[in-house]
């Protein structure tokens, strides 16, 4: 765990010390490094995949992290950075689970669901709100905190490499037999992404095409962009099929999926701090994900990871 930490900080301090400082402390250095510098992302995993029979049972996790399927556990420095998930079940039913406050760090909670209601389910969940802040102390040292930066002593600090106001939105599809039509229904999340079409509907080659919602509108403020991989592709720090990719105008993006099984498709947006959170951090960021599954005909024949 520990080794992992220290790539990810190397990672993290190498794209902001090789730029010159003119260029690294301007709002434009600020917005464009939100993807790299905002640190570990949430999704939704189902241990059978996405697509289930009727009455299988199958167990929901968390990846968190630049990894998939899974990368950290989500209690992390010191900190439980989930602590409630939502099923949205086909009939309307609304399944409300809480994350064990006593979860130590380096367990992997997970959740064993009966999967007997025909239809389409979301699945959902977030990051509360909270600070983020990576700092050199006078003796060289980097360090993770995840408070106010005005809750720092200033004295010990040598260099701030980032600082954040963060939030975070989550959710899955999965579908148990027949699909309906609630993979095209928000969920009312404050940042929020939807697909064209029911995610059982793509298949290998497809374009998918989705509009990020803030607020139940589309997102037309400008600096949104998007990153989207297919499950066990990544092979190093965020190795993304699109990366970094800017969002239309109207909140739009598409992409294609270019083989089958699990996609996971996130969407980063941010801007300055106001006035008066100018003492307490640099960038207010969001984040809002998907994770999905696409097939083939014939189906998925094995799942790509099971518990």
Request: aromatic share 14%; glycine share 8%; net charge negative.
């Amino acid at each position: 765990m520990k080794h992992k930490k220290l790539i990810f900080l190397g990672v993290l301090i190498a794209g902001a010390l090789f730029l010159p400082e003119s260029e690294a402390s301007s709002d434009n250095y600020i917005l464009k490094f939100i993807p790299l510098l905002f640190c570990h992302t949430l999704w939704i995993q189902s241990s059978v995949g996405y697509n289930v029979l009727q009455g299988r049972s199958t167990h929901i996790f968390f990846g968190w992290g630049h990894h998939l399927p899974i990368h950290d556990p989500i209690h992390l420095l010191g900190v439980q950075w989930v602590k409630e998930f939502q099923i949205y079940e086909p009939d309307g039913n609304i399944v409300h689970e809480k994350i064990d406050g006593d979860i130590k760090e380096g367990h992997f909670p997970y959740y064993r669901y009966e999967c007997e209601k025909e239809g389409t389910y979301r699945l959902a969940s977030y990051v509360p709100t909270g600070f983020y802040t990576i700092y050199r102390d006078k003796e060289e040292n980097w360090h993770h905190y995840v408070k106010p930066l005005d809750t720092l002593d200033q004295s010990e600090i040598e260099k701030i490499l980032i600082s954040l106001r963060y939030w975070e939105w989550t959710k899955a599809i999965m579908t148990v037999g027949k699909p309906d039509d609630n993979a095209l229904k928000p969920l009312g999340q404050e940042m929020e992404i939807m697909l064209d079409k029911k995610p059982v509907e793509y298949r290998p080659g497809d374009t998918v095409r989705f509009t990020v919602l803030r607020h139940g509108k589309p997102l037309t403020e400008p600096g949104g962009s998007f990153f989207a991989q297919d499950q066990g592709h990544s092979a190093g720090f965020d190795d993304f099929v699109y990366n970094d990719v800017p969002l239309n105008e109207d909140g739009t993006g598409s992409f294609e999926v270019n083989c089958e099984g699990v996609w996971h498709l996130k969407v980063h947006w941010g801007y300055p701090a106001p006035k008066e959170y100018e003492d307490k951090c640099w960038i207010f960021a969001y984040i809002a994900s998907i994770t999905f599954e696409v097939n083939t005909d014939e189906g998925v024949k094995h799942p790509s990871y099971n518990l």
